[in-house]
């Protein structure tokens, strides 16, 4: 028998369909295994004279890619992303943060949190897990900075320039045009990168959410230049 009459007898016996309907209820099962990153504390001081940085906006993420054949490629997902605001003591804290472990179907890869930290008048300053360069899920699921205190130094003009379009690819991974409208999470600190920002002829994150306001709009996520007109007022 040929192997076009074997595919002809296969699908003539229903055997595709049935063997497809089989698997369904098999891929339906697959659990979907949560992980944590546990609540975050952390201090926030001048580097020069080690007083507290009261008003500072935190961002804090973590992200994974999927696992390719090739080791290269694959897409991005954000797994987690959350902010917040340093109080008169410089202190910093985040809840905890549960999200999906395995947010891709067959290989997930993960990457090590991260943090960036924005205040007027100051440099930005962006903070990585470092025990491993590929972490697994356990080293991905800890913050290295937790309990620390953290110092930042104060920015000159030339800084801020060398520093904005690198602050930009951080925030800009906060976009969701994926559809998981992400921005919404994280508002003061795009708010915070956005007036940091020495160019304002040129786009950044915010300025590139506002360009596609009717884009977000149609995607589900509402209009961005509505979602952050609060967090623009003086």
């Given at each position: 028998m040929?192997?076009?009459?074997?595919?002809?007898?296969?699908?003539?016996?229903?055997?595709?369909?049935?063997?497809?309907?089989t698997?369904?209820p098999?891929?339906?099962?697959?659990?979907v295994?949560a992980?944590?990153?546990?609540?975050?504390?952390?201090?926030?001081?001048?580097?020069?004279?080690?007083?507290p940085?009261?008003g500072?906006?935190?961002?804090?993420?973590?992200?994974?890619r999927?696992?390719?054949?090739?080791g290269?490629g694959?897409k991005?997902?954000?797994?987690?992303?959350?902010?917040?605001v340093?109080?008169?003591?410089?202190?910093l804290?985040f809840?905890?943060q549960?999200f999906?472990?395995?947010?891709?179907?067959?290989?997930?890869?993960?990457?090590n949190?991260?943090?960036?930290?924005?205040?007027?008048?100051?440099?930005?300053?962006?903070l990585?897990?470092q025990l491993?360069?590929?972490p697994?899920?356990?080293?991905?699921?800890?913050w290295?900075?937790?309990?620390?205190?953290?110092k930042?130094?104060?920015?000159?003009?030339?800084?801020m320039r060398?520093?904005a379009?690198?602050?930009?690819?951080?925030?800009?991974?906060?976009?969701?045009?994926?559809l998981?409208?992400?921005?919404?999470?994280?508002?003061?600190?795009?708010?915070?990168?956005d007036?940091?920002?020495?160019?304002?002829?040129?786009?950044?994150?915010?300025?590139?959410?506002?360009m596609?306001?009717a884009l977000?709009?149609?995607?589900?996520?509402?209009?961005?230049k509505?979602f952050?007109e609060?967090y623009?007022?003086?």
């Amino acid at each position: 028998m040929t192997s076009g009459s074997i595919v002809k007898n296969v699908f003539a016996n229903g055997l595709f369909v049935v063997g497809s309907l089989t698997l369904l209820p098999l891929l339906a099962a697959v659990p979907v295994i949560a992980a944590t990153m546990p609540a975050v504390k952390m201090k926030v001081v001048d580097e020069h004279d080690g007083t507290p940085i009261p008003g500072l906006v935190a961002m804090f993420w973590g992200t994974a890619r999927e696992g390719t054949i090739t080791g290269h490629g694959g897409k991005h997902a954000i797994l987690f992303a959350v902010e917040a605001v340093s109080d008169e003591s410089g202190e910093l804290r985040f809840p905890k943060q549960d999200f999906s472990s395995q947010p891709f179907f067959l290989n997930t890869n993960y990457e090590n949190p991260s943090m960036l930290l924005l205040k007027p008048g100051y440099a930005p300053l962006v903070l990585h897990n470092q025990l491993r360069a590929v972490p697994t899920l356990a080293e991905a699921s800890r913050w290295e900075y937790e309990g620390k205190t953290v110092k930042m130094k104060k920015a000159t003009d030339d800084l801020m320039r060398q520093q904005a379009y690198l602050i930009t690819t951080y925030t800009d991974m906060m976009l969701g045009f994926d559809l998981g409208c992400t921005w919404k999470r994280v508002p003061r600190a795009l708010v915070a990168a956005d007036r940091m920002f020495p160019d304002p002829g040129k786009t950044n994150t915010l300025r590139t959410l506002f360009m596609n306001d009717a884009l977000f709009v149609r995607q589900g996520c509402g209009s961005p230049k509505a979602f952050f007109e609060p967090y623009l007022r003086p």
